[in-house]
């Protein structure tokens, strides 16, 4: 046995560690192989300035016209699943690797495409009280029509009116406003603007020893200021390196979902009411209990295409999970107990319930890192896939999903930059959203 001068390995004349090159001498495979990575890189840093062209905005660039010319060509349109042909050659095949005709890529015809969109139009056009109807009154204020929708149908009219002003008062005093609502939880001491030792950003708050609060006014916090898309990324990975957590909420959630910010800080200080999971059941939870559950009990709204599934104590709702199923795939979009109560294995108790009743491979849930506590999921079994940071819109008065403005969407094929100077708005970035996959080997 003879030892290589590349790599050092024993080899024999007859052993795979050789390769026979084109000019008939043998060569060590890995010596060839470092070789040709060493060629190339000086090829392309000869080519195109840089060791690999992916990091070349003009080859990127070059590669997005030309998938879009090869798409133009092959389908005639600039994305595949516009073409009516391949969507109906995937949702057949998923037919027959599902059983069943995938909601996702089901066939909507134009005629019931503007139905839908009529009947959403319509769904806005509520009269109220003075006579305006409540497109126009959100027009007016700035606020979500989707959340002001909701608060009309759960409420009433006179709630959304109170909800509204609380909110345009809150914003004149955010601060006190704040310290306000802190105080109502017993024995916690609030403090403003108090420096940290070894973290070099300044929370607005802290409540505690350890916990920092930092509150976001949407104007001010969104890139038309905050020119650097990973500031609140930055400080929540700063005060966590010094084993301290961050909560960031936004001004229009202090007075819209007061409750539940309440509710979130209990349970970081561990004053929340604990409830047992052993003495719940789990059942389905009809779609207006949800809906109405969330708005109460959850940052954001209900989810309308997903189903719901709760923990019960004497016939009341105390845990809820909203669940989407696609592709054998299970996505946990929403998940909250009651205000104040903790109960404990209840996210346990239902991760079990989904891998033994709903057909699926793998669940994934999300996490947002502004006041989420990722450690949750991690403690029933879920490993972390990818951070990214996210990103909404803002008009500065409310936020609204990035679907809302985007580029092309209407006749005019105008850019995203365009449509947004129109509707005055601007891109707000969060502290970053987790994704969690757990595998089921039941399913």
Known sequence: ???????????????????????????????????????????????????????????????????????????????????????????????????????????????????????????????????????????????????????????????????VTDYRNSLLSLDSTFISMIQELPNVSVFSNKPVDGISYTPDFTIGQNLYVKLDRLYWSSDVIVKDKLHSFNIRKEIEHKNHSILQFRAHEISRKRQVILSIISGKLGISKRISSKKCEVSVVPPKTSDKFFEENHMLSGHTACKSYGLYLNNELVMCAAIRVRDKTAYIERVSSRNGEIVTGGLGRIVTWIKNNILCKTIVAYCDLRYDNPSDLESVGFDLIKTAVDWQWTNGVDTFHKSKCRSKMDDRLLPESSYAAEMGFHKIYDAGKAKYLMINKKG
Not at 70 to 92: A, C, E, H, S, W
Not at 120 to 131: L, P
């Open 1 to 163: 046995m003879k030892r290589c001068k590349y790599c050092k390995e024993s080899y024999s004349l007859d052993d795979k560690h050789w390769r026979k090159h084109d000019s008939g001498y043998l060569e060590c495979k890995i010596h060839a192989a470092n070789t040709r990575r060493k060629k190339r890189a000086e090829n392309m840093l000869k080519k195109y300035g840089t060791k690999t062209p992916l990091t070349d905005e003009n080859y990127k660039i070059y590669t997005k016209i030309k998938r879009l010319e090869t798409i133009r060509k092959i389908y005639g349109v600039d994305n595949p699943m516009q073409d009516v042909t391949l969507r109906t050659k995937q949702m057949n095949a998923r037919k027959i690797s599902q059983g069943e005709k995938s909601q996702s890529f089901r066939t909507i015809s134009p005629e019931n495409r503007i139905k839908a969109r009529k009947k959403i139009a319509n769904k806005y056009n509520i009269v109220m009280t003075d006579e305006r109807t409540l497109n126009e009154y959100c027009g007016s204020t700035g606020i979500s029509k989707e959340w002001a929708y909701k608060v009309i149908r759960n409420y009433g009219e006179n709630e959304l009116l109170d909800r």
